[in-house]
């Protein structure tokens, strides 16, 4: 078992605070001029490029960030997850998502049981069901193909499978295998996010996926019956079995619902919602859109990072790498916020999804011990596609607040396009961008460079750039599926490492919980007073005085 001594209090951690003093005598422009300093800050794996020279560190720094995961004991934490030991043990459950992905022959064990034989189980089923829909053996209740899917869920049961949809939309092996099909992502209980989705389709045609492990997340299952009653009006109530299964481990409520259990698709206690996007919760709906090949290349990149991230030497390890990069930046130069650029329009679903990854899991305040921490845990995650970010937010990476930034940036794109007379193609103006900003955020502008160029001297503060900014960029070969899964498990397994070093359990989410508890009293206070007209109690001024003007206007 690892120390229960905080990592702040070990020599490692007040060496790396010492060091941060030489560092903020060094400017990236000077630490750029080192060649072997860049040779040594960039690494390679499977084709993929990870350059982290820009980055606001030395040899020396990266020497004290080891010694710094040995303290932590990181390489014992990576080994005990994949060992399958309860190392969530504020839930007592292991954290195997990498046995989501893990080969059919693989054998890792979860409380003396090899998990990977159930996953398979429930990978074979899914791959009958989806290619029972998509030949159309499996029709609705008027003889009709199902051709369209609305995947009902939130959270880690939303963002991930929508941010893989995204990225395959324009895959051009994806496109084939999802010609004549849609799939649609119903999260938000407000009722325009249900009527947004179902707006077009025919409910003979549809398929809903409801995906909740309990069977009770409020706002989940509320949408769950405004589609059931949107089949079951349409198509009578005998129809619900056809068009609805689920993805959920609560078969008594599955079956209370009108699905029938054989529909029921399993996934595990030791899968973390914000990790499940390679379960069922994933798999399910996009090998429906995709079909099951497609999607099973997508788990083996994730598990070809799995296997690399568990044992490749932590200098060359890409996950290791950044774990230790964004503590460095977080918890010793102090930036509280990290943009993720990925130059590809595929992958604008990226960031959001990233943004609950990591914040979900790195925003603590204490110890897995439960012992307050006397430091900051987690950063803001934000981001959009390049170049739209640049004409979005840029200005404040470039001139205001420095913020770390990843570029992420792919050689060959999924739609080229080459315009005749054009001085580059439209992937190479993009890319242009991707190799220029990190450059711009790390060199900056002085006020000699300005003078030289005879700009007005009183332009010369606005034009003025201070460069110093870290980034580091990542280039993929390409962006298919195989892709997509290692650039899902490189971000996963980054957000572990952070966490193992601070010594916070980036596996639970009890932050979540307290909101929920208190909308159920707000919801029964509704329910009340629309019902049986009675009075507001039990809420402080301010909250009574807003539900009373809620009700008074919705009421009208």
Request: aromatic content about 8%; some cysteine; hydrophobic content about 40%.
């Given at each position: ?45 499977d ?12 040899p ?9 995961a ?63 829909i ?25 963002l ?51 995906v ?19 089949i ?20 008594t ?65 890409i ?92 050689v ?31 060199y ?37 599926a ?18 193992f ?6 596996f ?38 807003l ?10």
């Amino acid at each position: 078992m690892a120390s229960s001594v905080l990592i702040s209090d070990t020599e490692p951690w007040k060496d790396l605070k010492a060091h941060v003093a030489d560092i903020n005598k060094t400017h990236l422009r000077d630490l750029m001029n080192d060649i072997k300093r860049s040779q040594l800050m960039t690494n390679e794996f499977d084709g993929i490029l990870l350059d982290y020279s820009r980055q606001r560190a030395t040899p020396e720094t990266l020497e004290k960030l080891f010694k710094l995961a040995e303290a932590a004991s990181l390489k014992e934490k990576i080994n005990r997850m994949f060992g399958g030991e309860h190392i969530n043990s504020t839930e007592n459950r292991s954290v195997l998502h990498v046995a989501l992905r893990a080969p059919r022959d693989a054998v890792i064990q979860s409380d003396g049981k090899n998990v990977v034989t159930d996953v398979w189980e429930v990978l074979d089923k899914i791959q009958k069901f989806s290619d029972s829909i998509r030949s159309g053996s499996w029709v609705g209740a008027t003889g009709k193909a199902l051709k369209d899917v609305i995947a009902v869920g939130i959270g880690g049961s939303f963002l991930g499978p929508l941010f893989v949809h995204t990225a395959l939309q324009t895959d051009p092996e994806a496109i084939e295998t999802a010609r004549g099909r849609q799939l649609h992502f119903l999260a938000n209980v407000d009722p325009i996010d249900v009527a947004r989705n179902i707006a077009g389709l025919n409910p003979e045609t549809t398929l809903v996926v409801v995906v909740s492990k309990t069977f009770t997340t409020a706002e989940t299952m509320l949408n769950a019956r405004t589609l059931r009653e949107w089949i079951s009006s349409s198509l009578g109530p005998d129809a619900v079995a056809k068009h609805i299964v689920a993805v959920s481990t609560n078969l008594t409520l599955v079956e209370k619902f009108g699905i029938d259990p054989n529909n029921a698709f399993a996934f595990w206690d030791w899968v973390g919602g914000r990790y499940s996007v390679c379960s069922a919760v994933g798999v399910l709906p996009l090998s429906l859109q995709y079909g099951f090949s497609v999607v099973e290349k997508f788990l083996k990149g994730a598990s070809s990072i799995d296997q690399h991230f568990y044992s490749t030497p932590f200098e060359k390890n890409i996950p290791v790498l950044l774990g230790l990069l964004s503590l460095w930046n977080v918890s010793f130069l102090g930036y509280p916020a990290r943009a993720i650029l990925p130059y590809s329009q595929a992958l604008e679903k990226f960031a959001p999804h990233i943004q609950q990854v990591s914040m979900e899991s790195n925003g603590k305040g204490v110890s897995i011990e439960g012992v307050i921490l006397p430091f900051e845990t987690g950063e803001i995650d934000f981001g959009e596609p390049g170049t739209n970010g640049q004409h979005s937010f840029y200005q404040l990476i470039h001139q205001g607040r420095v913020i770390p930034c990843d570029f992420i940036g792919v050689v060959k794109s999924q739609q080229p396009v080459y315009l005749k007379g054009e001085v580059v193609s439209n992937h190479d103006e993009l890319m242009s961008n991707f190799f220029a900003q990190p450059d711009a955020l790390a060199y900056g502008k002085h006020p000699e460079q300005l003078q030289k160029e005879n700009v007005p001297k009183h332009l010369i503060p606005h034009k003025t750039f201070s460069g110093n900014r870290p980034s580091l960029s990542i280039l993929f070969p390409s962006l298919n599926a195989y892709n997509i899964g290692q650039l899902l498990a490189i971000y996963e397994h980054r957000v572990a490492v952070q966490g193992f070093l601070w010594g916070i359990n980036s596996f639970d989410q009890w932050g979540v919980e307290l909101g929920k508890s208190l909308a159920t009293q707000v919801r029964k206070q509704l329910n009340a007073s629309r019902t049986k007209g009675q009075p507001i109690e039990g809420f402080n001024y301010s909250t009574t005085t807003l539900l009373k003007k809620y009700l008074e206007a919705s009421s009208d």
